[in-house]
């Protein structure tokens, strides 16, 4: 017997989508709602192949539709940017549970594959955790640890985060569905709050980081073809430049000055005592 009558995925992404084909395999009766922010959705057209309800709502409408039930309904939280309000929390007949892609005890909110790489943080952290009315301070169901290389970017990241969320999902559905789980409170320590607006040095390169600090701002600036987190910025001469590409060039011996230039359309960043060289390509004025 279900403990659960429904089961709603708020999110987007493959991620959401595919947690959602989990529940229709079980036979559950299964809705994705997404946060609308524009007309045209890749999650639409993934539930319309696969057969999944799908909503587009605006958040007021999201709040409406979750205050309304009265079934008993387990709401899964993934890749979604909604804030459950208090309202909709202290359900009784609701059950929330949370993908974060971090390490709750660093960085809770939003864009936190960017944060890791941005601080430099040796390893990154996927967690699913139930929803209480703190952003990010539930009890948590399940974690484990993702390794970084030199040359992580947030796309990259987040695509590791991904894979990891899945796997760490379909090992506790069962515990979940059954009610066995009920989380561990084992957090002492809560990171900062990252919230949506929120920005690594409000995408400004400082040319007085060292060579480390630059390379790791432009990888967690770096979603591919997205500007997920705006486009990023130098100052140089009392004007801001964006760039196309960066290129992160290994040098044959330590340079022996800091140097911030401009050659051929491309700004060329060195740091004294470094075998790394940055360009960024292409660049324009703001």
Known sequence: MFKYEQVIVIGSGVLAVNICSL?????????????????VSSVKKLCE?????????????????????QEKTLIVSAV???????SVVSKPNLTIINYHNGDLKKH?????????IYEMDDK????????????????VIDKEEIDMDKEETSISLLQKQSEVAMKLFKKNIEGILNGDICGTNNQDIF?????????????EILPSWDMKKIDAFLRAMDYGMLYTL?????????????????????????????????????????????????????ISEM
């Open 23 to 39: 529940f229709k395999d079980l036979n559950y009766k299964i809705s994705l709602y997404e946060n609308k922010i524009s007309e």
């Open 49 to 69: 192949k696969k057969d999944i309800n799908y909503k587009s709502l605006l958040k007021e409408e999201i709040t409406n539709t979750l205050n309304d039930i």
């Open 80 to 86: 979604n940017i909604y804030l459950f309000p208090k």
């Open 108 to 116: 809770r909110g939003m864009n936190v594959e960017a944060w890791t």
């Open 124 to 139: 990154s952290t996927v967690t699913w955790h139930f929803v209480n009315e703190e952003i990010d301070k539930g009890y």
């Open 191 to 203: 990171g900062k709050l990252h919230l949506i607006k929120d920005v690594p040095n409000n995408g």
């Open 230 to 282: 705006g486009k990023p910025y130098i100052n140089y001469n009392g004007k801001k430049y964006v760039w196309r590409r960066y290129k992160r060039i290994n040098l044959d011996q330590n340079s022996e000055e800091d140097m911030l230039e401009i050659c051929d359309k491309n700004i060329v960043i060195k740091k004294k005592g470094s075998k790394t060289q940055i360009q960024l390509t292409n």
